[in-house]
């Protein structure tokens, strides 16, 4: 639980800091959007690495009622966070600038989850499904 709360922190401190010219409008905007019947939501952020700045376009989408709009978040922030940990620096962008070097799509549903990435510099495109017990099988 103590981790919980400590990701959250973070995830939300990360949302402040690109917040910064109007913090009470940033509150009150939804991380996610519902479209249909589809749960979607996109960060971009630009990072900083050893090989320079590289831009990431994460996009997410889960049916509604598939996983709660909680848990959706939840996930986006873990991959988020994944990305600004091996990272030097970086920043949260309201949307993209020009091309991103590398989008990543996660794809929830009630079976699991997909990871599509795509770099945009090579063409590469890797994709990993897991059902949800092969997720927290690992993780335990």
Known sequence: MRAIIVILSIFLCT???FAQDNIAQELKSDIVTIQGNQMN???????TTIEGNKQISLNGRAP?????????VFLMSMFLLGI????EDFD???EVIG????????TFTSQG????????????????TQTWKQIFRESQ
Request: charged content about 20%; aromatic content about 4%; overall charge negative.
């Open 84 to 87: 600004i940990k091996e990272a």
């Open 15 to 17: 949302t402040f800091a």
């Open 92 to 94: 949260i962008v309201e």
């Open 41 to 47: 939501a996109s960060v971009h952020i630009v990072v």
């Open 99 to 106: 091309e991103p070097d590398l989008t990543a799509n996660l």
């Open 64 to 72: 509604v009622g598939q996983i709660s709009r909680d848990n959706f």
């Open 113 to 128: 989850m997909q990871i599509a990435m795509t770099d945009h510099n090579t063409g590469e495109m890797v994709k990993e």
